[in-house]
């Protein structure tokens, strides 16, 4: 009987479990605990927890990087994303705009599927057009994941001082988190790139990335048209934080 190769399906098997960590994804108790309780540091470890878990942006992520062959093209992809995603996540938790999360969530879906779409030559093969320049649309899926990470810390309360240093330590712990979720996956696809199974590797993912972006996008929006809506739950229950307006005078977010 010949040895079992699991070598074919043992990424995918990993990609496979990324959603199942949709538990973790949301605002958890643990984490309000842990950022009432600690300082600057817990606002970085709950960011870098979010980002470890956080499926949907890793999904994204891995199409970004699938083709790319050497660490500097790797290193400015992934650098444009950060920019965008950094930009988003200060600003508008600083200012206190906010969307609903499974609309917002819905549009990060989409990336994922157009990630996938895009790998497998979608634009030529089946719209006849060349896909838009990748580093600009990089760029903009950045700026809409870092909304979705700005609604998530607008999730907790973040109490009172030092407001604009904890969102700053937020972001800093997603890109702490961001780089150790990274270091596998790169190294998964960098490995395989030269084994003779890698085009039906990248069509499996590939194909894997716009079904799994298509179920999460079904199930975000059947949680917005089912569930009460992100700032309706927000301003029920006065979650959210306060901070200074241009006279020095508290407010709270969102007015």
Do not use: C
Not at 59 to 83: A, C, E, P, Q, Y
Not at 107 to 131: D, H, M, T
Not at 163 to 187: D, R, Y
């Amino acid at each position: 009987m010949g040895k079992l190769n699991l070598r074919p399906i043992a990424p995918l098997a990993l990609l496979l479990a990324l959603p199942g960590l949709a538990w973790a994804h949301g605002v958890a108790p643990a984490d309000q605990e842990t950022l009432t309780n600690g300082g600057l540091w817990s606002y970085i470890y709950v960011g870098a927890k979010h980002m470890v878990t956080g499926y949907d942006h890793l999904l994204f992520l891995v199409g970004v990087i699938f083709f790319l062959n050497n660490i500097k093209d790797i290193l400015r992809f992934i650098t444009v994303f950060t920019i965008g995603h950094s930009i988003t996540l200060t600003g508008a938790t600083y200012l206190g705009i906010l969307a609903d999360e499974h609309l917002i969530d819905a549009v990060i879906a989409l990336s994922v599927v157009y990630k996938g779409f895009e790998n497998l030559g979608g634009f030529p093969k089946l719209l006849k057009v060349e896909a838009p320049n990748l580093l600009t649309m990089v760029f903009l899926f950045g700026l809409i994941h870092g909304f979705g990470l700005s609604t998530r810390l607008q999730s907790f309360d973040l109490g009172q001082g030092q407001f604009l240093a904890k969102i700053l330590s937020f972001n800093v712990g997603v890109e702490l988190g961001q780089v150790l979720a990274l270091i596998p996956i790169v190294f998964v696809i960098s490995k395989w790139r030269g084994a003779p199974s890698f085009n039906r590797f990248h069509k499996v993912v590939n194909t894997f990335l716009v079904v799994a972006g298509l179920g999460l996008l079904a199930f975000q929006l059947n949680g917005y048209f089912s569930g009460p809506h992100t700032h309706e739950h927000h301003h029920e229950e006065g979650a959210g934080h306060s901070h200074e307006d241009a006279h020095g005078h508290p407010h709270p977010h969102g007015e």
